[in-house]
């Protein structure tokens, strides 16, 4: 029985990773899968025992200087269970010999990602990158596809990787590692809106919590999310709904307004960069909303104003960096409006 312990390392020489890509075995659960170097402990061994023994195998190199970055688990269906030592490499001694395992080469870290890489491991190569402390991970799969992950316990959001045209890949991705790359997804926005006093409409806006990843401070759609991966736009449009405002809305009281590309979305926050792409179905909501009354989630929330539509338009329309509002979107919004004055119900 082989052991459920495994190493995995990523050596460093001039800003690039050592990479595997296994191509050389029939039999392979990594079959054409780029992934560091590493394997099952054998016997007694220490994790380092294991991790210098199987860099000396695969590449020809004695390891001087490492770093023990995490543990991963791993699960997934019809495989046994894994337990996998992540370790970085910066220092060696030796040539670099070839692998019967696959094919070794020096890839540039800002490239890495490209590769066919599993998911998962996306995740982790991100938190090495941003030099992250000591990590448990935990990763579940079907197949190749990335279905459950964790970070120190807590469950990470999950997404559906899309297409231009807004249709599913089959791919799933994780929430931070979509907007490293800026890989397309999906988002539900649901405006809040009631007729103004003077003709016009007033929309809800949402003043996002300073603890968001991105654009913290800003005046935001009245609800917004992601569409976890196997959910559909219009339940993730009520589950914002209730998280963020503690409104319980029906399928009937939510209007779908169209749906609209957000474009790429360039911007640094706590100097890392954010790359947003993403597919967005616009919601209306007119039910009778008193806005002292909400109940805000504080992680995603700050507090709600209303403002009439048009001031809120000519803020957005001229680049007003008090707002994240997608010009798109909102023009979307507006142009709903116009042509469904009044409730459907």
Known sequence: MRSPLTT???????????????????HDVNKDKWIGIGGHFEGDES??????????????LHLTSWKFRGIVTFVSMGVDLEYMCLYTADGFDGELTSCNEGVLE????????????????????KLMAEDAPFFSMKLMYQGDMLTYAALNGR?????????????????????????????????????????????????LLQKRSMGKDSFPGCFDTSSAGHVEAGDEYLESAQRELREELGIEASEEELEYAGRYDSGDILAKFRGRPFHDRE???????RRPVDAASLALQPEEVD???????????????????????????????????????????
């Open 279 to 285: 597919i967005t179905a616009l919601y209306v909501y």
């Open 155 to 203: 469950r990470m959001e999950l997404l559906d990787v899309c297409d231009e045209n807004g249709e599913l890949t089959g791919v799933v991705t994780e929430r931070s590692v979509a907007h490293a790359a800026g890989v397309m997804h999906r988002t539900a926005h649901i405006w809040i809106v009631r007729q103004g006093a003077y003709g016009d409409w007033d929309v």
């Open 303 to 345: 507090s709600v104003r209303w403002m009439s539509y048009g001031e809120v338009r000519r803020a957005v329309e001229a680049g007003d960096p008090r707002f994240c509002i997608n010009p798109e979107g909102f023009r979307l919004l507006g142009r709903y409006l116009e042509e469904h004055p009044r409730q459907p119900w």
């Open 8 to 26: 995995l390392c990523y050596v460093e020489k001039d800003g690039c990773y050592l990479m595997l890509h296994r191509v050389s075995k029939k």
């Open 47 to 60: 994790p380092e025992e294991c991790l210098l023994r199987e860099a000396y195998e695969e590449t020809g």
């Open 106 to 125: 020096w890839v540039p870290k800002e490239e890495v990602t490209k590769l066919n890489l599993w998911e998962g491991d996306k995740i982790f190569l």
